[in-house]
């Protein structure tokens, strides 16, 4: 099935030229983007953005040879698989202070409190340096301590 976004595409020569390079590609880029996400509807909410990219470049996509073409939309859509990580990190360290939050807990010991103060300060810490830190930097990290 053609996703809608390809569909409205204004210009007839557009729209072939992206329903055709969807309907030859799209499983080199679900591919790509299923080696990162599993969730089916993360999956289709990715491919959604990397759709829309890529009709931003119809031009140039136009112009690239086959190879080219394919290492672009496969670069595209593992860029939009990062942001969506970006994103969705960024939300998750936005959240840190809400009462509905996991780390939002009772202290029942003065031990207790000693430790969810400093655990509370540590990612404080960690929250206000971490746009600053390189995306490798980020990634290290996420995949060490937070996944």
Same mark, same amino acid.
């Given at each position: 099935?053609?996703?809608?976004?390809?569909?409205? %595409?204004?210009?007839?020569?557009?729209?072939?030229?992206? @329903?055709?390079?969807?309907?030859?590609?799209?499983?080199?880029?679900?591919?790509? %983007?299923?080696?990162?996400?599993?969730?089916?509807?993360? %999956?289709?909410?990715?491919?959604?953005?990397?759709?829309?990219?890529? %009709?931003?470049?119809?031009?140039?996509?136009?112009?690239?040879? @086959?190879?080219?073409?394919?290492?672009?939309?496969? @670069? @595209?859509?593992?860029?939009?698989?990062?942001?969506?990580?970006?994103?969705?990190?960024?939300?998750?360290?936005?959240?840190?202070?809400?009462?509905?939050?996991?780390?939002?807990? !009772?202290?029942?010991?003065?031990?207790?409190?000693?430790?969810?103060?400093?655990?509370?300060?540590?990612?404080?810490?960690?929250?206000?340096?971490?746009?600053?830190?390189?995306? !490798?930097?980020?990634?290290?990290?996420?995949?060490?301590?937070?996944?």
């Amino acid at each position: 099935m053609i996703p809608q976004i390809i569909l409205a %595409i204004e210009n007839e020569d557009d729209r072939a030229f992206m @329903t055709q390079l969807y309907l030859d590609y799209q499983y080199i880029m679900y591919a790509e %983007i299923k080696k990162l996400v599993s969730d089916s509807w993360v %999956i289709e909410d990715i491919m959604q953005d990397a759709l829309v990219r890529l %009709i931003d470049k119809i031009d140039l996509l136009q112009q690239l040879n @086959t190879r080219r073409r394919i290492n672009y939309l496969i @670069t @595209t859509v593992r860029n939009q698989t990062k942001n969506y990580y970006r994103a969705k990190q960024h939300a998750a360290f936005s959240s840190l202070d809400d009462e509905e939050s996991p780390l939002y807990r !009772t202290v029942s010991s003065d031990e207790d409190l000693e430790e969810y103060v400093f655990h509370m300060d540590m990612l404080g810490k960690l929250q206000d340096i971490w746009p600053r830190l390189s995306d !490798t930097s980020q990634q290290l990290l996420e995949r060490k301590y937070i996944l």
